[in-house]
């Protein structure tokens, strides 16, 4: 039986499918998950012993010799990969109006350009660690690496699994497997990329834009 | 499409289906409380005797019964047992059995979740006890607390066995406290709004948010542990600008929150089994909804007054004192709540009211040494010493054991059909409740004159051998008295399965239902105009209910079983339990990535899989 | 079960005093006690228990007793009639959230208070101790007074010891329950406590928060003892210390005026002396420890613990065993069957002879 059959069947007390219930419980959950990511960030932050820093000059390892390193932070990268993200979400949206209207153009291709900012947004993230690497901030260099590799290497992982998911319901789109009837599957997808979001909306002020 | 899926979808059974693939495959979730049940107790019993160990040991001093690295590793998975694979899953029976009963559903949100929270309990169970075969069981405390658990400090893989199997756990209890929040807001029978469903499931609901809340702070915790570990980082160590005490913070945010999840399924029981026993309401039905919910919020807001020894200084001390403090003051209205609700009652003197009761009555004692310890300068006597152990084991014992317990006797019948042995029953109390004081209570006096906690031994001159000895042979009371309750369900299980729907006169509506159950549970569901419906049934009908007679169950379709929920399982448990070997040998990454493999796998055939 | 709810009710409530008559009757047989506060901290966090303890024996005895009451009054049988459906007062609602918090706030008050009284560093005319925990032995260093030994802290009777304290390597908490609280320890930064010992005498303390193997058999003695014999202890530990001109001056100074307080200790023979520095340095003693007289003289920060008095003290092995020779010997011979997972490794395992001499060499470092 269909989703949407089942429901009528058995209604439930909220009239919210329990599906979507679930999605925003495990949000909720996760928002204590990157608070104490970014509550430890703020601990530490200006506690390191050593460089290479965010936003100011320090004394750091580079090459086996002590010198002084530049702010590692590359904003205007960021910015970017941040208005990439931002857009996606709006992608996302126009693509659940597709496939709740029936629309299976306008369902695959705005979740297709959500896919890609996605795998955008984590390409900028891979460039920007190999690249913060190569200036001498390996993840246990300091207390910024590690607080910072750790958050956002937690929620880098958190858009990849949305990525796979995002990618597996476009495939079915493709295959017209997402009519409106199954549209909430597409929602609850929606939901949990909208939080992924959302917590980069925190993190980016917080982390990269705050000194 | 839909037709096709229709016609495979398995009918309710009349009799449920055997054999050993027919639980391992069971998204039901009757059969899944028993699972949890059976092996939560096991567990239960091997802390139980990993607590025998440490009392002979310190029976007297100087003792050399266990050397003082097995008692270290004694008392570490004796907290970590009978915390996480104990008291925990021991509720979780409870939440899997009665929550979708006591609201009238058919089963819980998620069936197939469901199953894959036992299974992924019972690996993480079997894998951090696995570290005893290779002499590498944790041996750094329940709690853990940095800079000892660092790599420099804790060499050998016992600490990795606990980081691990905690994170194991913690997928578990994550997956199963989703599942219940989403059952209960969403599948309640129709007129059941939330003020007026069980208490039971009440306190459980309340659980379920806590565990969604303070698990993702120690998963964080555990992951900076690791890392601090073996990928070099800083977390918790002052020689990289770190401070150890960040790992007490995160570990108490967790922690304190953790206790109230040990409690309140206890405490929901105790508010069903007084009012059955009593023959009257709950005492402040509304009350005691809001004091769970307001212990529950402050129990985020209380968490140093496990450090009160760490020199926060006086601002924080006084702030958690005062937090602390007004804790009680929830925790009171509840106690009180109980003593009217059996106030002006006709007391039905069965075994589920002996613990019932006595639960309130180790209670009592337990939350008044809680607020000795609320006071910051008093404290810093008190803990770290047998005064908190007693403390402690007098809310967690003799709160929620006690709690448990009397929700086994109250329960036993409805879930495996037969009533339990009263007389044996009696005497399992007597001997529990007598064992367990003698055990417990003088542990308050040698905390006080001076015996510090988490120690093998103790010196002959300083006059602990006394109360040590006691202390043993009440704790070789306790297990007694847990043999008399095994014997007495292995005689109910000889016995044939004909207890009646309702020997209690019970007032939730798991009781309108055949013991055990049917497979689909409820075949139709009455109208709930109160929280005491089955009451209202009876009076409706002239004060009698009758037999539920068996219903065919047909054209009602059931969660179809699927071996999946432990495939996924076997994923987690590769994922997660594989670090312990490929951070040292990184070669060994393909288990890892099998697991990973394995788990994905399992994921998507799960998810394209047909619920019914 | 019981005869009558009379009887049983009567006996109930004689039981908390009972209680609290066992326990404060017996608490001077416990040397650890913290119920028989020897010192003005102890006394004070004494107060503010006891203030608790008599709210919560009244609030115990009150509930108990309604509960056991209501046990006994109520009991019921299946054929009686259904009770009066109450579900519940409004007026006792608010009349036991109110009053338990005003019992709180009678605690509350005096908590805080001491709790300001009780948080922060002593100053003034003060003996200052550094306190150090190790994994399993505890260091005392007496910066302005230039003692340092391990194991056993001397103070002056009627006079305010202020503590600064931390640790060299995991948690530790220093607890001498006779005089004070306790207060954890932890690497890199210092935790204040202080007390003033109120008579003398020799107490024990213990570590009290869980450090490793070896936690239970970490504990110290403070010897509490008059203004004169603290000062001769002091100008006996003096000798030799690493704080007072780098430990160079050799383990008897003629400089150092003459102890009249303890009878005179033998002079060891030069030949002792000689064969047991050989030793220390030989069999690799001066890895862990310093000692007068030795390479390691004016060393601080070690493993081990100080030396040069270690014949002075009236105990070993943190606290665990009698300074006799006997156990000095037991403890050299094979340190892991003593207190196993000693960080006390030694090299290799030492001949009886070279034991005898190392115990003679030890004890005659007085």
Same mark, same amino acid.
């Given at each position: 039986m269909s989703d949407a059959a089942h429901a009528l069947e058995h209604p439930t007390a909220t009239g919210i499918d329990s599906k979507k219930v679930a999605i925003w419980t495990l949000i909720g959950s996760e928002c204590l998950l990157f608070a104490s990511l970014i509550s430890t960030y703020l601990v530490y932050k200006?506690?390191?012993?050593?460089?290479?820093l965010p936003h100011a000059e320090s004394q750091c390892m580079l090459h086996g010799k002590m010198q002084t390193c530049e702010p590692i932070f590359e904003i205007p990268l960021v910015t970017f990969g941040t208005a990439v993200l931002l857009f996606s979400s709006f992608f996302i949206v126009l693509a659940l109006y597709g496939a709740q209207k029936g629309s299976r153009k306008m369902l695959v291709g705005w979740l297709s350009m959500t896919v890609l900012c996605g795998l955008f947004f984590i390409g900028m993230q891979v460039y920007e660690f190999s690249h913060f690497y190569h200036k001498?901030?390996?993840?246990?260099?300091n207390l910024f690496s590690s607080t910072f590799y750790t958050l956002t290497g937690f929620h880098g992982s958190h858009v990849t699994v949305g990525v796979i998911w995002l990618s597996t319901l476009l495939y079915r789109a493709v295959k017209g497997k997402i009519p409106p009837a199954k549209a909430l599957n597409l929602e609850i997808a929606a939901l949990y990329w909208h939080f992924v979001d959302v917590v980069w909306i925190v993190i980016f002020p917080v982390v990269y834009l705050m000194r | 499409m839909a037709t096709s899926v229709l016609d495979k979808a398995p009918a309710a059974h009349a009799t449920a289906p055997t054999g050993i693939w027919s639980w391992i495959t069971t998204v039901d979730h009757k059969r899944i409380g028993i699972l949890y049940g059976a092996t939560a107790f096991l567990f239960f019993l091997i802390g139980g005797l990993e607590a025998l160990f440490m009392r002979i040991q310190l029976?007297?001093?100087?003792?050399?019964?266990?050397s003082a690295e097995t008692f270290n590793a004694l008392f570490t998975m004796h907290g970590t047992t009978m915390i996480f694979l104990g008291v925990m899953p021991l509720s979780a029976m409870f939440f899997n059995y009665f929550i979708p009963l006591q609201i009238g559903?058919?089963?819980?949100?998620?069936p197939r979740l469901n199953a894959f929270s036992y299974w992924v309990f019972l690996f993480g169970g079997l894998f951090i006890n696995f570290s005893w075969l290779l002499n590498?069981?944790?041996?750094?405390?329940?709690?853990?607390?940095a800079n000892l658990t660092s790599n420099q400090y804790s060499p050998g893989l016992n600490t990795d066995f606990w980081v691990l199997g905690l994170q194991i756990l913690g997928v578990a209890s994550m997956a199963a406290a989703i599942n219940f929040f989403v059952t209960i807001v969403?599948?309640?029978?129709?007129?059941?709004k939330m003020l007026r469903m069980p208490m039971f499931t009440w306190m459980s609901f309340i659980t379920q948010i806590l565990l969604l809340l303070a698990f993702p702070v120690i998963t964080i915790a555990l992951v900076f542990l690791m890392m601090d570990r073996h990928f070099g980082?800083?977390?918790?160590?002052?020689?990289?600008?770190?401070?150890?005490?960040l790992w007490q913070h995160l570990f108490w945010i967790f922690g304190h929150p953790e206790v109230y999840i040990l409690i309140l399924p206890a405490f929901g029981i105790v508010s069903e089994v007084l009012p059955v026993f009593s023959r009257?309401?709950?005492?402040?039905y509304t009350a005691m909804v809001f004091s769970g919910a307001f212990i529950a919020f402050l129990g985020f807001g209380v968490w140093s007054h496990h450090m009160?020894?760490?020199?926060?200084g006086p601002f924080a001390d006084s702030f958690f004192a005062l937090s602390t403090m007004l804790i009680a003051v929830p925790t009171g209205v509840k106690i009180f709540n109980w003593i009217g609700t059996l106030w002006g009652g006709s007391l039905q003197m069965k075994t589920p009211l002996y613990f019932a009761v006595g639960m309130v009555a180790m209670f009592i004692i337990g939350g008044l040494s809680g607020v000795m310890h609320s006071s910051p300068p008093a404290d810093l006597q008190q803990t770290d010493t047998y005064f908190v152990v007693a403390h402690f084991h007098y809310v967690l014992f003799g709160g929620s054991i006690f709690g448990l317990t009397a929700g086994a006797y109250y329960w036993f019948p409805k879930m495996f059909g037969r009533m339990l042995n009263e007389t044996l029953g009696k005497w399992h109390f007597w001997l529990m409740f007598i064992g367990f004081n003698v055990t417990f209570f003088p542990m308050h006096f040698l905390g006080l004159n001076g015996m510090p906690r988490r120690v093998y031994t103790y010196p002959e001159?300083?006059?602990?051998?006394f109360w040590n000895q006691v202390q043993t042979w009440g704790s070789m009371l306790l297990g007694v008295s847990m043999l008399v309750f095994i014997y007495n369900m292995w005689k109910a299980a000889r016995r044939?399965?004909?207890?009646?729907?309702d020997p209690w006169r019970?007032?939730?509506?798991?009781?309108?239902?055949?013991s055990p159950p049917q497979?689909?549970?409820?075949g139709t569901v009455p109208a709930v105009g109160s929280s005491t419906p089955a009451w209202d049934l009876r009076r409706a009908n002239g004060g009698a209910l009758p037999e539920p007679a068996s219903e065919s169950g047909e054209g009602i379709h059931m969660p179809r079983p699927s071996y999946w929920p432990v495939v996924t399982a076997f994923g987690v448990l590769g994922v997660i339990g594989s670090i312990l070997f490929t951070h040292a040998f990184? $070669?060994?990454?393909f288990i890892t990535i099998t697991g990973a493999a394995i788990l994905i796998y399992g994921i998507y055939r799960w998810a394209f899989e047909p619920a019914f | 079960m019981v005869t009558s709810t009379g009887t049983l009710r009567r006996l109930a409530r004689f039981a908390p005093a009972v209680c609290l008559l066992v326990l404060l009757g017996c608490?001077?047989?416990?040397? $650890?006690?913290?119920?028989?506060?020897?010192g003005d901290f102890a006394r004070l966090v004494d107060d503010l228990f006891r203030t608790t303890f008599w709210w919560a024996l009244l609030v115990f005895v009150l509930v108990e007793g309604v509960l056991l009451f209501a046990i006994f009054k109520f009991?019921?049988?299946?054929?009686d009639p259904e009770p009066r459906q109450v579900h519940g007062s409004t007026i006792l609602e608010v009349a036991w959230t109110i009053i338990p918090a005003f019992i709180l706030a009678a605690i509350a008050v005096p908590t805080v208070k001491t709790i300001f009284k009780t948080s922060d560093y002593a100053t003034g005319d003060v003996v200052q101790i550094e306190v150090i925990g190790h994994q399993w032995w505890w260091e005392f260093r007496y910066t302005e007074l230039g003692v340092v030994t391990a194991n056993e802290m001397h103070v002056p009777v009627g006079k305010t010891v202020n503590l600064r304290m931390t640790t060299f390597d995991v948690l530790h908490s220093f607890w001498v329950p006779q005089f004070a609280g306790k207060r954890d320890v932890f690497p890199g930064r210092h935790n204040p406590l202080w007390f003033k010992a109120e008579v003398p005498g020799t107490f024990s303390g213990t570590c009290?928060?869980?450090?490793?193997? $070896?936690h239970a058999r970490m504990m110290f003695k403070v010897v509490s003892e008059s203004q004169e014999e603290f000062d001769a202890w002091v100008a006996r530990q003096r000798v030799?210390?690493?704080?007072?001109?780098?430990?160079?001056?050799?383990?008897?100074?003629?400089?150092?005026p003459a102890d009249t307080t303890r009878p005179a200790p033998p002079a060891a023979p030069d030949s002792l002396e000689r064969a047991g520095v050989a030793l220390f340095n030989s069999t690799g003693c001066l890895g862990c420890h310093s000692m007068a007289? +030795?390479? +390691?003289?004016?060393?601080?920060?070690?493993?081990?613990?100080?030396?040069?008095?270690?014949?002075?003290?009236? +105990?070993?092995v943190a606290g665990f065993l009698a300074n006799t020779p006997e156990n000095l010997a037991k403890w050299l011979s094979n340190p892991d069957s003593v207190k196993?997972? +000693?960080?006390?490794?030694?090299p290799r395992k030492l001949t009886d002879a070279e034991v005898a001499t190392l115990v003679a060499y030890l004890r005659s470092h007085q």
């Open positions: 200006g506690k390191s012993l050593v460089g290479p001498g901030l390996g993840y246990s260099t | 029976m007297k001093p100087d003792n050399d019964f266990v559903a058919r089963d819980v949100a998620f590498a069981a944790p041996n750094a405390g329940w709690f853990g607390y969403n599948l309640r029978a129709p007129g059941m980082t800083h977390f918790f160590l002052p020689e990289g600008g770190g401070d150890p005490v009257k309401p709950l005492f402040g009160f020894a760490t020199g926060m001159g300083l006059n602990f051998e044939p399965a004909n207890a009646p729907a019970g007032a939730t509506l798991e009781w309108l239902i055949p497979e689909f549970n409820f990184p $070669q060994w990454y | 608490a001077e047989n416990y040397p $650890q006690t913290t119920l028989v506060p020897r009991k019921g049988r299946p054929d009290a928060e869980f450090c490793g193997t $070896q030799g210390s690493p704080l007072v001109n780098g430990g160079r001056i050799a383990a008897v100074d003629s400089a150092v007289g +030795t390479a +390691t003289a004016g060393v601080l920060k070690m493993m081990g613990p100080n030396l040069t008095h270690v014949g002075s003290r009236s +105990t070993i196993q997972g +000693t960080l006390m490794k030694l």
